[in-house]
């Protein structure tokens, strides 16, 4: 089964997606994403320009060893950017061997491990007030699991919140915007705000947080153990996870559960991180993570040490990840939850697909492969325009992380 044709399909259906298509000499199609939200062009051209004259011809059946040619062969190994170039080829080839069998993707890799995927919802406000109502609406639409992020009061701006009725968005248009940051306002806002939603919401909801990589690690223990009262399901990205060893100053202070890595691209970024239970989630997902290949064997590491999943789900990730990564999620023994932040119907009549969400678990479907598809001249219509992340500066105007 020969690999005849494959291209890169950039598109803006409101904001930037990279999708590989690869076609074999059967006519299978395989669709992977390779998103990489404010560099998208970078991985078009790893793709376009080194990886697609090395596919032409290959057996699209044989994954791992397509997998270990594009890793190894590179020699330059890791980073962002080759490795979501691999993780497109890899779901790709994933889409067209279960296509070719006629399956969805979750039967190839195992079958189920449960009826369905619980996932979590995002939900934010410029101050407390408004984070209440927008949580008790993610409750009214069945969700059992709510992030909450909240405006810092003497702060502009931060993190996580969305702009008027617009669910939040991780792109600007243009060049980067600044936030402000002050860890000193944050931490004395974050667990007044926990108490306000623990005692509003009760018990039984499962409320999660993600710092977003802005504190030190002994920060990061004071805000966990505040944390405590209100059991969060999670706080995420207490601190940049470059030193892994920094979760340990973060462990001996709180029994709050930790979870890491949307920015991660290899095992070799948590091994210690779940080698020494210094987290209790791993939110490495599919496009950013080598694909399907790398990233069961992320799990099958975490799995012995009783780390569980959590992958990355925003909406710059495309759908096609996000089929992706719910065939992974059912699958896989130890998952734990689901990020979703559904797309706009922009983005989704461009994508359309076979997932659906329902009383706060999602399902991949049983369309034959991930079920998802990419409508071409729709896409064509959507061109490819500057975005990128915010940054960071304290308020005496000092870099911080984002
Ligand atoms: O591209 C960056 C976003 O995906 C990221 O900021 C979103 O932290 C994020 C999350 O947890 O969804
Ligand atoms: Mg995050």
New binding site residues.
Partial sequence: MKIVDAKVIVCSPGRNFVTLKLITEDGIAGLGDATL??RELSVASYLTDHIIPLLIGRDARRIEDTWQYLYKGAYWRRGPVTMSAIAAVDVALWDIKAKSLNVPLYQVLGGASRDAVMVYG?ASGDDVEQTLGSFGHFLSLGYKAV?AQSGIPGLNST??ISHGTMAYE??EKNAPPENQWSTEHYLRHVPQFFARLRKEFGPEVHMLH?A?HRLTPIEAGRLGKELEPFHPFWL??PTPAELQESFRLIRQHTTTPLAVG?VFDTIFDCQQLIQEQLIDYI?MTVVHAGGISHLRKIANLAEIYQVRTGS??????SPVCMGAALHFDLSVHNFGIQ?Y?PHTPETNSVFPHAYTFRDGFMHPGDAPGIGVDIDEPLAAKYQYQTAY?PINRKLDGTMHS?
């Fill in positions: 939200n404010g995002h992030r993190y996580g991780p792109a993600d977003h995420e990205d949307e939110r990355h789900g925003a909406t710059d990730l990020e932040m992340l984002w």
